[in-house]
């Protein structure tokens, strides 16, 4: 089925160690971002590419590191994980075609940080 | 700078009885302007969204939202509320000068109570 998917959908970490989290998409999309979400914190952009090679930080950028080497997959990176990034990461995908239509969310990948 | 407001963080409601979650948003340019539903656990389900036309938008699962553009406003309603509507519900703005952004609201949870 056509989408975003994210891997791993479940991670445990201990503090210092490192780890990528994988985002494809196989609908051409241009546009890729990272988001993570905290209670009562709601979703907010950690890192995003608008094209392939291209990354740009976003409101919460500290901490991860992110790449974009093909068009279809959009890492994100934690070089020493800290407790403090405990948290649900969703990926998303969308086109400047389409504006904010076609705008789609991957499901998840829910890290613990010990 | 773009914002969402969700004034309730926790409302509780009757099965039966009407819904109202609020939104408020902030921004100088006609909004894309989205509502969202994540049960926990889970990833996001698009409710409605908002693009251009008639402010009164339907959604799924008998959800609808009016813009109120002299308010800034976007308020979600639902006339009779079902045990499976307990849920998180997020406000989302769309903003598409830069690489098609979300700022999305803090949330708002939903208890339904028999």
């Known amino acids: 089925n056509a989408g975003v998917t994210q891997t791993p959908k479940f991670r445990v970490l201990k503090t210092g160690q490192s780890m990528t989290l994988l985002c494809a998409q196989d609908?051409?999309?241009?546009?890729m971002y990272w988001y993570r979400q905290d209670p009562g914190m709601g979703l907010r952009l950690i890192h995003y590419s608008v094209g392939e090679g291209t990354t740009a930080k976003g409101e919460v950028p500290d901490g991860y590191n992110v790449s974009r080497l093909k068009k279809q997959n959009f890492l994100l990176g934690l070089e020493s994980a800290a407790p403090s990034q405990t948290s649900v990461y969703f990926c998303?995908?969308?086109?400047?075609?389409?504006?904010?239509?076609?705008?789609?969310f991957g499901s998840g990948t829910r890290l613990t940080v010990v | 700078a773009q914002s969402v407001t969700q004034p309730d963080i926790h409302i509780t409601v009757s099965e039966g009885a009407s819904l109202e979650l609020r939104c408020n948003y902030s921004y100088g340019a006609t909004p894309y302007l989205f509502w969202y539903v994540q049960s926990p656990g889970q990833g996001l389900q698009l409710l409605l969204k908002?693009?251009?036309?008639?402010?009164l938008v339907q959604g799924i699962k008998g959800f609808e939202a009016e813009f109120k553009r002299s308010q800034s406003s976007f308020n979600l309603r639902k006339p009779s509320v079902h045990w499976s509507d307990a849920a998180e519900y997020f406000c989302a703005v769309g903003v598409t000068n830069t690489g098609n952004q979300f700022y999305f609201g803090t949330g708002t949870s939903l208890t339904v109570i028999p």
């Open positions: 609908m051409n999309h241009e546009y």
């Open positions: 998303a995908s969308s086109s400047p075609g389409q504006g904010m239509r076609g705008y789609t």
């Open positions: 908002y693009f251009s036309g008639d402010t």
